[in-house]
């Protein structure tokens, strides 16, 4: 069984060197192998130029796909590892596309395992132990009103005026803010067309307190079921968001009045210009450290009075070993690809596993790439 690990950037060497470091049997593929051999040329010399052809002869059955490359490649990837009795590892979330394969994944008896990064992935697992958790509790009764809320985001470590930078292009983060959300907010569907329209103060239970700016993304309405809700369960709040420094809607306001003025073929033209001004004046220096911020928490009311109340906190910033965002992505990936080749994941489209054993397992090792991993009770 080979391990064909696509993509070789920012977000993918720690995972990657965590598996070479293991003795994996590791074949890397980059579309500039010169690239690849600067990052991991110390450990391996399996090092392949790539192409979809290439890889397709070169993939056996058994073996296992992890693509950190762009996502449009994600779906033709795991199609060719359905064809050749092949495993698919991404980080990113399931899409349509994705999703649509799964009854050819199951027929043919492998896994193609997605969002298993840090968002989506890490926050996943969070949320399946606390909802483990809480339904193991006293304090558990179906007729509780229930909120949940998971916030996660890459912040500077060192704090500057714009209250963000960007470890790549910013173009995604761009386009993210023309996008709408959906999620529930005190009992009711919250349908948003543009981030700014729901910011609010959220205070995270860190080692030491901190305040942060949250809004919801995407649709956050799916992962009711993904996370195992029961249908009857009362709903107050239920959201999937990100998290900024405080002072960040403010240093961003001019940048979402532009934004709401773009549209067409100009619009994209203006917000790919827009990418390139912002990483000209906001990229991350050589060696300067990041911060990612992830709190995923449940909460229980019994006639207004609460009965649980957790919070999954971690803080984590980057060190000597590199970025704190590459570290939580890729070394989640490297977790999945051990768990495929263990046989611990069942076939199909699946995203991080809800086995109590896998989530426990993983974040146990999740804690050794933050610098602050806690659970806090406020009842």
Known sequence: ???????????????????????????????????????????????KAFTLDDLTEALRAN????????????????TICIEKGAHFVSSSYISPEMAALDAAAQERGVCLVNEVGLDPGIDHLMAHHLVADYRASDAYDPTNTISFLSYCGGVPKHTNAFRYKFSWSPLGVLKALRSPSRSIRNFSTLDVARPWDAIQSYSAPLAAPETFEVYPNRDSLPFIEDYQFEPEWRLKNFVRGTLRLNGWSEAWAPVFAEIETLSGEDGDKRLKEMSD??????????????????????????????????????????????????????????????????REIHAGVTAAPRDPKLVEGWLHEVESQAQYLAIKSAV
Not at 10 to 34: K, Y
Request: hydrophobic share 40%; proline share 4%; charged share 25%.
């Open 1 to 47: 069984m080979t391990i064909h690990w696509c993509g070789t950037g920012l977000s993918a060497i720690p995972g990657l060197r965590r598996l070479l470091e293991a003795g994996e049997d590791v074949c890397v593929w980059n579309r500039t192998v010169e690239k690849a051999r600067e990052t991991v040329g110390d450990l391996t010399d399996n090092i």
């Open 63 to 78: 073996d296992i796909v992890v693509s950190m490359l762009p996502g449009d490649l994600h779906v033709p990837l795991a």
């Open 277 to 342: 001004e912002f990483w000209d004046q906001h990229a991350y220096e050589d060696g300067e450290p990041d911060r990612v911020v992830l709190c995923v928490s449940l909460s229980a009311e019994r006639d207004g009075t609460p009965v649980y109340d957790k919070t999954y906190a971690l803080d984590a910033w980057g060190d000597e070993r590199g970025s704190a965002m590459a570290r939580l992505v890729s070394v989640t990936v490297s977790l999945a690809v051990q768990s495929v080749k263990n």
